[in-house]
């Protein structure tokens, strides 16, 4: 049988057994007297209702929120508040018999914040009508105890954003992922609070798209003891809810890359509307007959982005071509390409949301959602520009699947319930049936010499990994007091993990026909475990009309499911080693668990201004590629593997990686619509995933992933916001940041061990290659909403750090000099019509206004994008067909060029 039949059935097989388990937990755990929790999708309401002319405090006034049937009365102390507040806009109405009725329009609900709103009744002795006044966003969050940042639906829709991801990137002290200088992966994505990461890799398996987007939470500080599993960020997305009334959206969109350097950018002066294409829509209401009993939301998208960097086909995989002689008109070149143009950094994407949102007596609802996503895509590889068919393809489809239930115990308790399944099918490869017919001979990558684009020949590994986490939470609330809301929670997961990767062998024992090795062979790995993790919390939110604590504790348990090697004490002993292995020679990895302290206060010192302290301890468990990695325990002695392959040993007994995080801050308000944050942050970095270096046979260095290397970052940041008042709204933010470690890599000690000649590790703290000095963020939005908006993003940023070389010899200390700086800014035009009860708005988003030749990776002997000393040295010509010229222009090192959208959205 093909092994891509195979893996397909599997596929088939694990997706079915998986959902009937799924439903099965579901169906206990809504029958228990409780169950799971959505961590951080709620936020609440409080104030005080006082006499307008005594100023003494009116007991046993209703506080209602209009249009819902939530609400509270005031205490002897005139105090109220009300909770399980889903974010939005709201409309309060506060009513007491003798006294004229008060409505609030515009009250702004955050998660896991506190929007403080007070009225003053007026007495009256007959009915009058009722007062309305408008309430705006408070500029200083007094129970802001760490830096959060939070953008609502309506703010994201004025800016010239595509994704969730570059939403996150906006954010003072994010530099492309990397939360205040942590490294990839130690960031926890959420989508209406079920986490969404991909435990492999630990990265987000998919994304809600913006149009659905209803809040994005993003916690860079010291966030709370509910959220896990994270040392340096936390993104919540709370997507939209089904509404009571029926509303659609429909939009569209093309463009092109529009640039006047062509000579770089090869066939960008070629404009198609094919190149970029966008559609998406969304329907939301009450199910017909049913009313509001039964409301649903969906939504689509699908995008398709050519990218800006081109290959041509020159060479088809399968040719071959001999250059070995001297004299070049001797040279052989069996090119039978067609000379197309094609795409080499391609992007397209699919998602499907939909939502069913039931009311359910004694609850805020039960709601039944799924997120599917497929995404494929390609990364440009420089040496394949002649032959753009030969080389990788990515292939990811994922899956959310969740249930929430919210039961209401009474106006100061409620529980959520949630249960989830996040499956994430991950596969890499050229063709996708490993024995199809055009994989060739790896030799036909080596026909042409050094400084050469290849002319022929395929990427002959396929890998593939399949994760699936089913998680359920339990999460109560209880405002015990005015003062105290307590909030404790329990979660699990359990993980199944499948990997397999292999290497397609086209060679004379095969007949020159691709064959597979036989699994267990070093080139053939695979693995399927089942870890579990728990995890349980308590915290206590504070609320003192001086001050502000939110202070809790966390544990976590992490049962990892896998065998560690017993490594001998002598080399000899390691020489003589040879797989299969008995099984004395591993044993059981440990369960391990952690206790993670957090506090936070907030200390308003005026009416308009707010200092707050944090500290906390954070912990993650290490990617779990990193875990399993190379299951059959076989280092081959002769051979170069890709990267995810490679000669490295996972280490199922690795221990969770530990970071300490400080940070102090200053909230104040300048003007009604102007405010400043200042805020301090220093991180401890402990425990981070590295390398411990193994020698075989006296010569092949390999390696095993250990606790070993560490980091420290501290930095500061200023920002001003000017909130929309009066068509005109401007934030700006300055980052100054130090982010040091011994290593900006797990494998670094490793790949600095096989170069050559070979590399010392790094005995002290150095800049990490994300370590960007200065950053500097701002926005500009202008205009009316029923006419235009105009809005700007802007980034400016120092270089990041490189390792100066010349002749492939280091000239310096590693990552002691910096690339040149960068700077970016987008434009969004929009023109709002109303027609036919319909509206319609027309948009017009430029990337890169000013096609700026960001340098984002340069070459190290001369520190820029453009040059290289290579051209002025003295050595032979290539053996191909192109010239060092060619060689060394590299389009992928400079950032995207100008993109031009054109588009329209009709709504009702």
């Known amino acids: 049988m093909p092994i891509s039949t195979y893996l397909l059935k599997r596929v088939h097989r694990n997706t079915l057994s998986t959902t009937l388990f799924f439903i099965a937990a579901v169906s206990v755990m809504l029958a228990a007297p409780w169950a799971a929790a959505v961590a951080g999708t709620t936020g609440k309401i409080s104030g005080k209702v006082i006499d307008g002319k005594t100023k003494e405090p009116l007991f046993g006034v209703n506080v209602l929120v209009v249009g819902t049937t939530m609400g509270a009365a005031t205490d002897l102390n005139g105090e109220y508040f009300i909770i399980n507040l889903s974010p939005g806009i709201y409309r309060l109405r506060a009513s007491a018999v003798g006294y004229a009725p008060v409505s609030i329009s515009g009250v702004s609900v955050n998660v896991d914040q506190t929007t403080r709103i007070d009225f ?143 000579s770089l950018f090869q066939h960008l002066g070629h ?91 004694n609850a805020k609802g039960l709601i039944f959602q799924g997120l599917y996503q497929k995404h494929d895509y390609r990364t440009y590889d420089h040496e394949f520009q002649l032959n753009p068919d030969g080389d990788y393809t990515y292939h990811q489809t994922s899956f959310l699947g969740a249930t929430s239930y919210n039961h209401v115990f009474s106006d100061a308790a409620f529980i959520d319930l949630n249960a989830s399944i996040n499956t994430t099918e991950y596969k890499q490869y050229v063709y996708e049936n490993p024995l199809d017919p055009r994989y060739v001979n790896p030799q036909r990558m080596q026909d042409a010499g050094a400084n050469a684009f290849l002319t022929g020949g395929t990427q002959n590994w396929h890998f593939s990994h399949y994760t699936t986490t089913i998680t359920g939470k339990a999460d109560l609330t209880d405002q015990i007091t005015q003062v105290h809301q307590i909030k404790a929670g329990v979660e699990a997961d359990l993980h199944r993990l499948q990997y397999e990767d292999f290497q397609i062998h086209v060679d004379a024992t095969s007949g020159f026909r691709p064959a597979l090795p036989k699994p267990g062979d070093f080139d053939f790995n695979q693995y399927n475990n089942h870890p579990y993790q728990l995890a349980a919390y308590v915290q206590d939110k504070i609320e003192l009309d001086y001050l502000i604590v939110n202070v809790g504790i966390r544990f976590d348990y992490f049962q990892p499911d896998g065998k560690v090697i017993n490594y001998p004490d002598s080399i000899a002993e390691l020489d003589a080693l040879h797989p299969p292995f008995p099984n004395s020679f591993f044993h059981n990895a440990s369960a391990k668990f952690q206790i993670s302290p957090r506090v936070g206060i907030s200390y308003p010192i005026t009416d308009r201004g707010a200092v707050h302290i944090s500290y906390g301890h954070f912990f993650q468990i290490p990617p779990f590629e990193f875990l399993y990695k190379n299951p059959n325990f076989r280092i081959p002695l002769s051979g170069n593997f890709p990267e995810f392959v490679g000669n490295a040993i996972g280490n199922a007994d690795l221990q969770p990686q530990r970071t300490t995080m400080y940070e102090i801050g200053l909230q104040q308000e300048l003007t009604p619509d102007l405010g400043l944050t200042v ?66 890599d797990p494998n670094e000690a490793f790949n600095k061990a096989q170069a050559s000649p070979p590399v010392e590790a790094n005995k002290e703290l150095v800049p990490l290659d994300w370590d960007r000095r200065h950053s500097l963020n701002f926005t500009l939005t202008l205009g009316q909403s029923e006419s235009y908006t105009a809005s700007v993003i802007g980034r400016l940023g120092s270089g990041l750090p490189y390792t100066p070389s010349f002749y492939n010899q280091r000239t310096g200390l590693e990552n002691s000099d910096t690339r040149p700086m960068f700077f970016n800014t987008d434009l969004y035009l929009t023109k709002y019509l109303k027609m036919f009860d319909l509206d319609f708005a027309l948009f017009l988003k430029v990337y890169n206004l000013f096609d700026t030749a960001n340098e984002l990776q340069v070459f190290t002997d001369t520190g820029r994008a453009g040059y290289t000393l290579e051209l002025t040295r003295s050595q032979e010509a290539p053996r191909g067909v192109n010239t060092l010229q060619q060689y060394f222009t590299r389009p992928d090192f400079y950032s995207a060029p100008r993109q031009v959208i054109i588009g329209a959205t009709v709504s009702f």
């Open 271 to 361: 404009i198609s509307p094919d190149d970029l294409q966008n559609f998406e829509g969304s329907l939301s209401g009450p199910i017909p007959v049913i009313g509001s009993l039964l409301r649903f939301y969906v939504s689509g998208r699908h995008v398709y982005d050519d990218g800006y960097l081109y290959g041509r086909r020159i060479f088809n995989p399968q040719d071959s071509s001999n250059f070995s002689a001297t004299d070049p008109s001797q040279w052989y070149v069996g090119a039978t390409g067609d000379r197309a143009y094609v795409p080499m950094n391609w992007d397209k994407r699919t998602t499907l949301q939909g939502k069913l949102a039931f009311s359910l007596g």
């Open 679 to 744: 805020t301090g942050y220093y991180k401890d970095i402990r425990n981070l995933l590295g390398v411990q270096l193994h020698i075989k046979n006296n010569f092949k260095t390999f390696a095993e992933y250990i606790n070993t290397d560490y980091g420290a970052v501290k930095g500061f940041t200023v920002s001003l916001e000017r909130r929309l008042a009066e068509g005109f709204g401007a934030s700006v933010d300055y980052t100054y940041q130090i982010a040091k470690g011994d290593a900006s």
């Open 120 to 262: 003053e009744l007026e007495s009256q002795a007959v009915e009058l009508n009722s007062v309305t006044v408008s309430a705006s966003r408070p500029i200083v969050q007094k129970d802001l105890t760490s830096t959060t940042a939070t953008i609502s639906g309506n703010q994201i829709a004025k800016l010239p954003v595509e994704d969730v991801s570059s939403l996150v990137n906006l954010q003072a002290g994010v530099v492309d992922g990397h939360f205040r200088g942590g490294r990839t992966g130690e960031v926890k994505y959420m989508i209406d609070g079920v986490p969404v990461n991909d435990v492999y890799s630990n990265s987000s398996s998919l994304q809600a798209e913006v149009s659905s987007v209803q809040e994005v939470q993003v916690l860079s500080g010291t966030f709370n003891a509910e959220y896990g599993e994270a040392l340096s960020g936390v993104v919540n997305v709370v997507t939209k809810i089904p509404g009571e009334q029926y509303s659609g959206e429909i939009s569209a969109y093309t463009g092109d890359y529009v640039s006047s350097r062509t």
